[in-house]
Structure formats: structure tokens, C-alpha cells
Nanobody, 124 residues
Framework: QVQLVESGGGLVQAGDSLRLACAAS????????VAWFRQAPGKEREFVAA????????PYADSVKGRFTISRDNAQTMAYLQMNSLKPEDTAVYYC?????????????????WGQGTQVTVSS
């Protein structure tokens, strides 16, 4: 069982940076893949980035590649999403998700555990 709580969202201007954090509790975080998804108003939830339990595999959505970086600290049971060069189209609620024994899937249905989300708003 893994519980997830996101933080770090806010209102920023285009070009700014934000770092989202995902605090995990439960004994199995070390063996779970972690991903970030986002959902903008009126749109479906979409994959942003993932990282395997060892950290050796980290796919990104094309829309964020080169701007966002996902990382994890298993000792602190934390995951992060560093977001640079933010654009208005990055505005969404961002969710942290965990997949027990996962390898970093981009499919939301593969993730058993979800946080409540944190709002990111980027103004132009």
C-alpha cells in the first residue's frame, strides 16, 4: 500500500519554473514506479513523465521533453517533477501515481495509487 500527497503547485508566469513534490508513505514505495499525470479543464488525463523503481528508466511525454525532469529519492520516499520553461498549455492539475513493481508505464490504468493532485496555473 502506498499513499501519495502532492505539493508545490501554484500560479506562475510563462517561462518560470516550479518543482512539484510527491510525498509517499507505506512500505512499498521503493519497489513502485512513479509517474506524473496531468488533467486540464475539459480534457482527459494525460501522461507527463514516469520513473522506474530503480530510476534507470524515465520516459517523458513529447510535450514536456527537455523542459521537465522527474526524479525520486527512495530513502526519503519522495518523487519530484522539476518543470522549467513553463507554458500556458502546461496549466492543469498534476497528479502523482505509483505502480507497484512497475517499470514506468505511460498508461494511467497501470497505476494503483494516486494522490489528490496539485494545481499548476501558468499565465501568459
Amino acid at each position: 500500500q502506498v499513499q501519495l500527497v502532492e505539493s508545490g503547485g501554484g500560479l506562475v508566469q510563462a517561462g518560470d519554473s516550479l518543482r512539484l513534490a510527491c510525498a509517499a508513505s507505506g512500505p512499498n514505495f521503493w519497489r513502485a514506479a512513479v509517474a506524473w499525470f496531468r488533467q486540464a479543464p475539459g480534457k482527459e488525463r494525460e501522461f507527463v513523465a514516469a520513473i522506474s523503481w530503480r530510476g534507470g528508466f524515465s520516459p517523458y511525454a513529447d510535450s514536456v521533453k527537455g523542459r521537465f525532469t522527474i526524479s525520486r529519492d527512495n530513502a526519503q520516499t519522495m518523487a519530484y517533477l522539476q518543470m522549467n520553461s513553463l507554458k500556458p498549455e502546461d496549466t492543469a492539475v498534476y497528479y502523482c501515481a505509483a505502480d507497484d513493481y512497475g517499470m514506468g508505464s505511460s498508461i494511467s490504468a497501470d497505476y494503483e495509487y494516486w494522490g489528490q493532485g496539485t494545481q499548476v496555473t501558468v499565465s501568459s
